[in-house]
C-alpha cells in the first residue's frame, strides 16, 4: 500500500469574497489610520478616545454639523468621481486641482455675463461652462498622453501649475473689482447664486439647520447616478474600461485606446469642473483665488477608498467630509490639538487609505480565502 502523494485531499484555495475588498479592506485601513492619529493625539497630552468623540461630535452632533460635512463631501463627490473615471480608463489623473480651479473660473465668468438672468437659464449655463472649462483643461494632457506619449502624471501635474498661474494673473489683472486690493470679482447677482437647502427646504415649510450645505449636493449625487449608468451599462463605458484593462485587448477588439483616453480625460475633467458650482455660486457668490483648497487631491484619496465605484466614493466623501468638519471642531475644543495637527490627522486617513491601500490586503486576502470544490 503505497503513502499518499504529498498535498493528496487538500483543495486549492479560490479568490476571497468581493466585500473582503470592497467594504473589509477600507475599513481595515481606516481603523490603522486613527490608531496611528490617536498615537499622535497621545503625544501631544490629550485623551485620543474624547478626540475621537469630539471629532464624532464635531461631525455628526446636529443638523448644521451634517449641513458642513455634507457640503465639503460635495467637492469630494466631484473629485473622487473625477479620478475613477480616469482610473477605469487605465489613467491616474493628478490634475483634479487645476480642473476644478479652471471649471470654477468657468462658473465664475457664466454668473458674471448672466447675472440678472433667471435663475433657471443661470444654473444650466454655469453647469455647462464649468464642465467645458474642466474638460477643455483636461483634454489637452488627454491628447498629449494618447497622441503624443506624454506621461498623463507629468502633464496634469504641470497644468495643475498652469491653473494657479492663470486664475492669479486674471483675478489679479482682469477680473479684480476697480480700485480694490483684494483679488476678487464683483458679487453675483442674486439669480446668479445657487440657494442653500435650508432656504429651499424652508419654502416647503420644512425647517432644517442653516449651513453652506447647497443644490450642489443633489447635482454631485446624480452625477454620481450618471458616472455609475455610464460606466457599467453603455458601450462607451465598456470600451473605455477595455482600454484600462488592456490596450492590446481594445485593438483587437476594434476599440481606439487613444480616443478613449481623451475622452476619459474630458469627462473626468468635466466631473472635476463642477467643484466650482459648490464653491464659487453656492458659497462664496464671486470668483476667488484658492477656492478649491486642495480638493482635487484629497479626490484621488476618496476614489481610491471607493474602490472607484460611486456608491463607495459617495461614502468615503461623506468620511472625508466629517474628517473636515470635526477637525475644524477638534482643533477648536481641545487647544493642543492645532489646525496643523488636523492636518497631518488627515493626512494619514489619506496614507492608510490611499498609498497604503494595499497594506493589509494580502493578509486579509488570504484570512478568507475561499476553497474551491473538491
Known sequence: MSAAAPGAGTRPAGPPPRWVGLALVPVVNLLAALVASGAIVLAVGENPLEAMQVLVTGAFGDGESWGYTLFYATNFIFAGLAVAVAFHAGLFNIGGEGQAYIGGLGVGLACLAFGGWPFW??????????????????YLPG???????????????????????????????????????????????????LPSLHEVLGRL?????????????????????????????????????????????????????????????????????LVGINEIMGVQHRLILSFTGGVGYVGIAVALMGRNHPVGICLAAVLFGALYQGGSELAFVMPNISREMVVV?????????????????PTLNSLFRGRAAP
Open 121 to 138: 437659464f443661470v444654473l444650466p449655463m454655469a453647469l455647462a461652462a464649468a464642465m467645458l472649462f474642466g474638460a477643455g483643461w483636461a
Open 143 to 193: 491628447y498629449l498622453q494618447a497622441y503624443r506619449g506624454s506621461h498623463i502624471v507629468i502633464t496634469t501635474i504641470m497644468f495643475n501649475f498652469l491653473a494657479s498661474a492663470l486664475m492669479t494673473y486674471l483675478m489679479v489683472n482682469v477680473l479684480i473689482v476697480p480700485g480694490q486690493q483684494s483679488p476678487e470679482s464683483r458679487v453675483f447677482d442674486a439669480s446668479a447664486q
Open 345 to 361: 490627522i488627515q493626512g494619514l486617513v489619506i496614507l492608510f487609505c490611499g498609498a497604503l491601500e494595499h497594506l493589509f490586503q
Open 205 to 273: 415649510n420644512i425647517d432644517v439647520a442653516v449651513s453652506p450645505l447647497n443644490l450642489a449636493f443633489p447635482i454631485a449625487l446624480i452625477a454620481s447616478a450618471m458616472v455609475w449608468g455610464f460606466i457599467w451599462h453603455t458601450s462607451g463605458g465598456y470600451a473605455l474600461r477595455v482600454v484600462g484593462k488592456s490596450e492590446r485587448a481594445a485593438v483587437y477588439a476594434g476599440i481606439s485606446p487613444s480616443r478613449n483616453i481623451v475622452l476619459a480625460m474630458a469627462l473626468s475633467g468635466a466631473l472635476a469642473g
